[in-house]
């Protein structure tokens, strides 16, 4: 340690102009007198003189503590420094404080501003060997130490926010893992481990992840890593399926993923990132939903039902592609309502109107209305639908199916329309029996017996009508429970024909009917039905021929059936009408067919009966000219 020596009776030396001038530039130092607890100040320096923020003639011959009193918020400063001094008298050693904190007053401000000083106080002896005088050199070190502090504080940060950045990896949803280039978990977060189910973070941290999870080594997650560490390229993919064992067996779990390399200094990939979102759960119940979905598309593809969604806040409906075909607008699916509208009939538009009225009573919507298509079709539908509120009760959306109930209305009408007629065919043969009755009542010229029995001769004709209509009737009925049966015998087709065609022969005077039998085989039927098959084309064949026309029955054999035919001269038939005439209630809309009497159920019997023998019914026709009806029987059923 070195010693300055001076003369301490000298005081006047370190005041003196010489000396002031010399330790003017001195680094910040100031010379105090060891006259403690004064320390007169007897030598300021320049930056002393600045730092302090005084004025050298202001300080030169006070006391230092005087000059700079303490900061009382920081009371310690002036403590120390006095202690340092005091140890320099008591020890005579240099005393070197590294950093101390020692607020200055700035008279600008009035305030006390902290500074950090770095601080030695050299001993000046006299010739006795007594402290006289201290050297205070003081470094200004509040930049680096501000630096230093700015520095901590924000390492301090640093490490605060990367431990809150751990814990939030660590209690992220999000499964989090760091591999190393050989799939070597370095990092795993309590997400990820809970997706792999093989314990928690530091059980997997050090272990491969096909080693860890062999299952996985058969998916292609192998490959993808590859993939991203080769290519540099970060690889993103949402619900991918991947099969590994989480619970002892292997099943399929849903993830959305996102794998990131992660690069060195020299700037190779070292390894990578992996960010897995687990959705499974979402997945599954989407796709029970999907199925749904589908199945229930499938359901109303097959049954031909159709769907709508109103919104009735808008007025536009959104509808399914089966409702776009019944439409017969194909590839739109919404629509306003009015545009709906606008395709129904015109005469079934305020049934729509009237029941959408209902619905928002009722909340159910019912109708049954035609569309006209832009093919020109007219089809009817039945549409139902639901009214949906909000929670305050008001109508949100109606929501409904659409079926083509064509065939059902079409149906419907004809049955109408046969009971109709039905009860006009029984009316008037009953009227006429009426009127013969009273006729007879009556007593006039009931003795002329030839009288008596032509009457008696039309009250049996009408009564054969009527069987013959009952019976009809009869038969539609058992065919509709099923309960019709077929008696086979033995039968001599040439005989039963003609047994049919006589009455027809002897009683029909307007049309000739021709029946010229050849040669026929025997053949098992039910003869009954057959001969009632017979006699139904027979009298079609006279009902729809104009007066005069011939009827010509035939029967003929080819290789393996017996063929009868029965044609006519008579309005023939339009070949759109050929595959529907067989069918239940179906007449020709046509004012001949009107005029003559029928229900439409005589062609549909003979059809059914045919069927039941394993035969085949149908027609030839030309309009106006005339039609053969025919039916064929197997020779060997
Ligand atoms: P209907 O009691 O009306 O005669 P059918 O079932 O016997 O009932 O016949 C169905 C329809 O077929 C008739 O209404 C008529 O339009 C047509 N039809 C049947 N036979 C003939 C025929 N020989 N010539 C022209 N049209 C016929």
């Keep these: 340690?070195?010693?300055?020596?001076?003369?301490?009776?000298?005081?006047?030396?370190?005041?003196?102009?010489?000396?002031?001038?010399?330790?003017?530039?001195?680094?910040?130092?100031?010379?105090?007198?060891?006259?403690?607890?004064?320390?007169?100040?007897?030598?300021?320096?320049?930056?002393?003189?600045?730092?302090?923020?005084?004025?050298?003639?202001?300080?030169?011959?006070?006391?230092?503590?005087?000059?700079?009193?303490?900061?009382?918020?920081?009371?310690?400063?002036?403590?120390?420094?006095?202690?340092?001094?005091?140890?320099?008298?008591?020890?005579?050693?240099?005393?070197?404080?590294?950093?101390?904190?020692?607020?200055?007053?700035?008279?600008?401000?009035?305030?006390?501003?902290?500074?950090?000083?770095?601080?030695?106080?050299?001993?000046v002896f006299n010739e006795a060997g007594e402290v006289t005088y201290i050297i205070n050199t003081t470094t200004n070190i509040t930049r680096q130490e501000l630096l230093r502090e700015l520095n901590d504080s924000s390492q301090d940060y640093l490490l605060k926010q990367q431990e809150r950045i751990n814990k939030m990896f660590l209690n992220a949803?999000?499964?989090?893992?760091?591999?190393?280039?050989?799939?070597?978990?370095?990092?795993?977060?309590?997400?990820?481990?809970?997706?792999?189910?093989?314990?928690?973070?530091?059980?997997?941290?050090?272990?491969?992840?096909?080693?860890?999870?062999?299952?996985?080594?058969?998916?292609?997650?192998?490959?993808?890593?590859?993939?991203?560490?080769?290519?540099?390229?970060?690889?993103?993919?949402?619900?991918?399926?991947?099969?590994?064992?989480?619970?002892?067996?292997?099943?399929?779990?849903?993830?959305?993923?996102?794998?990131?390399?992660?690069?060195?200094?020299?700037?190779?990939?070292?390894?990578?990132l992996s960010l897995a979102n687990e959705v499974t759960e979402q997945v599954l119940a989407r796709r029970k939903v999907e199925n749904a979905e589908e199945r229930l598309r499938l359901a109303s593809e097959a049954t031909g039902i159709g769907s709508w969604d109103l919104d009735l806040q808008t007025g536009q409906v959104i509808y399914s592609p089966i409702l776009a075909e019944l439409l017969g607008q194909p590839g739109k699916f919404d629509m306003s309502q009015e545009q709906m509208w606008s395709l129904l009939h015109p005469d079934d538009v305020h049934l729509a109107n009237k029941a959408f009225e209902e619905a928002m009573e009722t909340g159910i919507y019912h109708c049954q209305c035609r569309v006209l298509r832009a093919d020109e079709q007219v089809c009817w539908i039945g549409v139902m639908g639901k009214v949906m509120y909000d929670t305050g009760k008001n109508p949100q959306r109606m929501i409904g199916t659409v079926m083509d109930i064509t065939e059902s209305k079409q149906e419907e009408i004809k049955k109408n329309d046969f009971i109709a007629i039905a009860s006009h065919e029984l009316k008037t043969p009953l009227t006429s029996l009426k009127a013969y009755a009273q006729f007879l009542k009556s007593g006039k010229n009931v003795s002329d017996v030839g009288f008596v029995a032509s009457i008696a001769g039309r009250i049996e004709g009408q009564i054969n009508k009527m069987t013959k209509l009952v019976y009809s009737f009869l038969d539609l009925s058992r065919i509709e429970s099923g309960k019709i049966e077929v008696i086979l015998e033995e039968v001599d087709m040439n005989q039963l024909i003609r047994e049919v065609a006589d009455d027809y022969v002897l009683q029909e005077k307007n049309h000739p009917v021709r029946f010229e039998p050849v040669e026929l085989p025997v053949i098992s039927v039910d003869k009954n039905k057959i001969m009632q098959v017979i006699d139904n084309l027979l009298s079609n064949a006279i009902k729809y021929t104009p007066q005069g026309g011939l009827v010509t029955i035939t029967a003929q054999t080819d290789d393996d059936a017996?063929?009868?035919?029965?044609?006519?001269?008579?309005?023939?038939?339009?070949?759109?009408?050929?595959?529907?005439?067989?069918?239940?209630?179906?007449?020709?809309?046509?004012?001949?067919?009107?005029?003559?009497?029928?229900?439409?159920?005589?062609?549909y019997l003979c059809a059914d009966i045919i069927k039941r023998h394993h035969g085949e019914i149908g027609l030839h026709s030309e309009p106006g000219k005339g039609s053969t009806f025919y039916f064929k029987l197997p020779l060997n059923p």
């Design 173 to 272: 949803p999000v499964g989090m893992a760091l591999y190393t280039r050989d799939y070597i978990i370095e990092y795993a977060n309590e997400s990820i481990c809970r997706m792999w189910n093989r314990g928690g973070p530091k059980e997997v941290v050090g272990k491969s992840l096909f080693e860890l999870i062999p299952s996985l080594e058969k998916t292609d997650l192998k490959s993808i890593f590859d993939m991203v560490m080769e290519t540099g390229k970060a690889y993103i993919s949402k619900e991918s399926p991947i099969s590994y064992d989480r619970t002892g067996e292997v099943s399929v779990y849903y993830f959305d993923l996102h794998f990131e390399p992660i690069y060195g200094l020299d700037k190779e990939v070292t390894g990578f």
């Design 562 to 603: 017996l063929i009868v035919s029965v044609t006519d001269q008579g309005i023939g038939i339009e070949s759109t009408h050929v595959r529907k005439i067989f069918e239940r209630y179906y007449r020709i809309d046509d004012l001949q067919v009107k005029n003559a009497s029928g229900f439409g159920i005589g062609l």
């Design 1 to 123: 340690m070195g010693r300055v020596n001076a003369d301490a009776k000298e005081d006047s030396f370190y005041m003196g102009k010489d000396f002031q001038l010399f330790f003017k530039s001195s680094v910040q130092s100031v010379i105090v007198k060891a006259d403690a607890p004064q320390f007169t100040i007897v030598a300021v320096s320049d930056d002393f003189e600045r730092n302090s923020l005084r004025k050298r003639e202001e300080l030169l011959g006070r006391g230092l503590f005087e000059m700079f009193p303490d900061n009382v918020e920081n009371p310690d400063g002036r403590a120390r420094a006095e202690r340092a001094f005091m140890d320099v008298i008591a020890t005579k050693n240099r005393i070197t404080l590294p950093v101390y904190k020692y607020d200055i007053f700035t008279p600008e401000t009035g305030k006390m501003v902290p500074h950090y000083w770095s601080n030695t106080n050299q001993p």
